[in-house]
């Protein structure tokens, strides 16, 4: 993964519609296989791109524990009634035959069929079950909303972000810390993308597929969300670990001339937490804050919270710098 920091919300501004130029540019060409650019903030920089499953089982003590395929929808499989009856949705029947062709695939591009029972899997990743997907947003001012959301400028602070990344370490070096306190981090993936169409054997599935709106909590289309799910053979394995996978095989096909399909490529935008209030702002004129992308009232509340203290602070602000000359003088 490549790490690139930042020293403002502009230059962050600026690297995206750098991403925008090159996206276009490849349509142009109208030539092989791209997929688009996709987007996830954090709160703090410090924190890799971890499942909630892989948090809930690392906050159990299983942190390095391998979790197969088949007990992991076993699982959700028996909890599927009560969750229907108590929410009032509703998924379909989920045969063994298409779990089985799922763990068998070894390219999970040529994936024709999608991830099993996908509908459900997100709305059970919205709701905070644990889930193997790791929930991405096609727009970089989502991804921006939720990575300063909760970013705190405090030192030493941990604090949480939407999907719960934030929990503070306590085996930080003090470089990591460091970092931790002073920025968030936005990153940006886009999976195989090849002029000449050669697509090499992918670990990450992404996808932005269709699901009903019955199937799901509307806040998965509010937030233009898209999913990655990594899988090495019959286990679900971490994003991070797919990806070093798939760089150390795109290297070797290089190194000995072969084409490697381009695979996937991850950046990470490390950006200071300082200028929290600026991004927050600008995203807010644009209608793009808690209400708009959740859509409840604790939501609400937040958003009106954020606008009303912000100007709060702004007559105070004011005040001071008028009053600061004026008691000057009166000395």
Not at 235 to 257: C, D, H, N, V, W
Request: some cysteine; overall charge negative.
């Amino acid at each position: 993964m490549e790490t690139r920091t930042l020293g403002s919300w502009e230059e962050f501004q600026d690297q995206v519609r750098e991403l925008e130029k090159v996206s276009q540019e490849r349509r142009s060409r109208g030539q092989g296989f791209q997929s688009d650019f996709i987007f996830r903030g954090q709160s703090c920089a410090i924190y890799g791109l971890q499942s909630t499953l892989e948090r809930y089982l690392e906050r159990r003590g299983h942190k390095d524990l391998e979790f197969r395929i088949k007990e992991y929808y076993q699982l959700i499989k028996e909890i599927k009634a009560e969750i229907g009856s108590l929410s009032g949705r509703t998924w379909g029947a989920l045969e063994d035959e298409e779990i089985n062709k799922f763990c068998n695939n070894k390219n999970l591009r040529m994936l024709e069929s999608g991830i099993p029972d996908f509908g459900y899997l997100a709305y059970l990743r919205h709701h905070g079950f644990p889930s193997p997907l790791l929930d991405w947003s096609e727009s970089p001012y989502v991804a921006a909303f939720f990575a300063f959301q909760n970013a705190s400028v405090k030192s030493g602070e941990g604090v949480s972000d939407e999907s719960g990344a934030g929990v503070d370490r306590g085996d930080c070096t003090e470089t990591q810390k460091d970092e931790k306190e002073k920025y968030v981090q936005i990153f940006c993936y886009q999976g195989a993308c090849s002029d000449s169409g050669t697509v090499g054997d992918a670990r990450i599935y992404s996808t932005s597929e269709m699901i009903l709106p019955a199937q799901i909590h509307e806040r998965h289309f509010r937030q233009r969300a898209c999913y990655t799910l990594a899988k090495e053979g019959e286990f679900f394995t971490s994003f991070e670990t797919a990806e070093a996978a798939s760089f150390q095989e795109r290297s070797e096909l290089e190194a000995e001339g072969e084409p490697s399909g381009k695979g996937e490529k991850v950046i990470g935008y490390r950006i200071p937490k300082t200028e929290r209030q600026k991004v927050l702002t600008y995203l807010d004129q644009y209608n793009l804050n808690a209400f708009t992308l959740f859509g409840t009232e604790d939501a609400l509340m937040e958003t009106i919270a954020f606008r009303e203290f912000s100007e709060l602070e702004k007559r105070k602000s004011s005040l001071q710098k008028v009053a600061g000359p004026q008691l000057e003088a009166a000395e």
